[in-house]
């Protein structure tokens, strides 16, 4: 304990070189925090807007429907089946949904499309679609209507009141064709959507393909990936063929690898970034130890242990490594939390390659308690380590020597 006051008295008797240290995990922590938030944000962008502008956390379909994703492989509303699902503690709703593909024509313009036939007020509730109108207005009722991607809309250059046609194939093999007047366009966070989405009411849908009371999917929206992962085996075993449930994870492996091949080439990024942080720790804490090297010799020459003094200076450098590592913490609050609340866009061809990709041009931050607790805990790890240094270079030091400076 006595050494603990000695080395907390110590750091004070030269506030400057004290200062530098603390300064070196301060800011450590803060581009740590900065990159991993910044990290981490844009995976949760990139989930949240296929969950919340689509998929759900959790669907059911027909068995065959994911690997081949016909109309064909589709099945009958079912009251029985909902309230099942829904005697499942955690389920909060149920969207039905009719989906498909088919031509959509404007004028002399066609593009292929996902049509979508969904309960308007229920589909509202997991996507706030009606929000993201950007010209138009939100369906109602039984409208004969649709909603179009604004991308999609320059595409086909046509805009609200004017008339499309869509053709495709129905159940069963039948002719799907029909003239829909477009109600609103719409702008999602997911640039494909925008491109590509069409919706409409789910009866209308359920009409145009000759599918009555047909559907591709029931979307379970549960609050969070935490309850998805509690209710998921529950479904699994209480739902059987011919009807198959599946998690968002289940059916997007290939953004589960993206993310973690991502995550993996991070790494190496963090790594070097650690390395200059334990470096410029380093170098302070040499100078420390070399301005102090005549004072060491005076502390052996007068009866002070060695492996004491050791320890006492070992203590003085995990002293500054906890205090930077605190007032990092502190420093990088404010900065993360303004960038979370105002992502960075993206301009030129960063942001034209993000859209290609499907995704939103900005960088996003993330708020989670994880990315601040890991750097902090990595930062002071890199100090202890650094604090071994001082520690061997004392119990190797010879005070006839330290006393000649």
């Not at 989906?99 to 308007?120: D, I, P, Q, R, Y």
């Not at 995550?263 to 040499?286: D, E, H, N």
């Not at 942001?351 to 993330?366: K, N, V």
Request: glycine share 10%; hydrophobic share 45%.
């Amino acid at each position: 304990m006595r050494l603990f006051v000695i080395a907390w008295r110590n750091l004070w008797r030269n506030k400057k070189r004290t200062l530098i240290t603390v300064s070196s995990v301060f800011f450590g922590v803060i581009l740590c925090s900065l990159m991993g938030s910044m990290q981490e944000g844009s995976y949760n962008s990139m989930i949240s807007n296929l969950v919340n502008f689509y998929s759900g956390y959790i669907q059911l379909h027909n068995e065959d429907y994911w690997e081949d994703k016909s109309i064909n492989n589709s099945f009958f509303e079912s009251d029985s089946l909902v309230n099942k699902v829904m005697a499942v503690d955690g389920i909060d709703y149920i969207i039905p949904r009719l989906e498909s593909f088919a031509l959509l024509s404007g004028g002399e313009h066609t593009k292929g499309a996902m049509v979508m036939g969904v309960h308007l007020e229920k589909e509202n509730a997991l996507t706030s679609i009606a929000g993201k109108i950007i010209e138009g207005a939100f369906l109602s009722g039984d409208d004969e209507g649709v909603l179009i991607g604004f991308r999609l809309a320059e595409k086909l250059q046509v805009g609200v009141g004017d008339t499309v046609v869509l053709f495709g194939q129905g159940y069963h093999g039948i002719t799907a064709a029909g003239k829909y007047p477009v109600r609103g366009l719409f702008k999602l966070p997911n640039p494909n959507l925008n491109r590509r989405l069409v919706y409409m009411e789910l009866k209308k849908a359920q009409e145009f393909y000759g599918a009555e009371r047909l559907l591709t999917s029931y979307v379970m929206v549960v609050k969070d990936n935490k309850i998805m992962k509690r209710v998921l085996p529950v479904l699994k075993n209480n739902i059987s063929k011919p009807y198959k449930i599946r998690s968002w994870v289940e059916m997007f492996p290939n953004m589960i690898q993206q993310i973690e091949s991502d995550r993996s080439s991070a790494l190496v990024m963090k790594g070097v970034l650690y390395i200059v942080i334990m470096f410029g720790i380093l170098g302070t804490v040499m100078m420390m130890v070399t301005e102090r090297r005549r004072e060491f010799g005076v502390m052996m020459a007068v009866g002070m242990l060695k492996y004491k003094l050791a320890i006492t200076v070992f203590y003085e450098t995990l002293f500054m490594g906890m205090l930077g590592v605190v007032s990092g913490l502190l420093g990088s609050l404010p900065v993360v939390g303004y960038f979370y609340h105002n992502p960075i866009p993206l301009t030129g061809k960063v942001a034209e390659w993000m859209a290609d990709l499907g995704f939103e041009p900005y960088m996003f931050f993330s708020w989670e308690a994880g990315v601040f607790i890991n750097q902090m805990v990595a930062v002071f790890l890199i100090t202890i380590i650094v604090s071994v240094f001082p520690f061997v270079r004392i119990m190797k030091m010879s005070g006839v020597n330290a006393l000649k400076g």
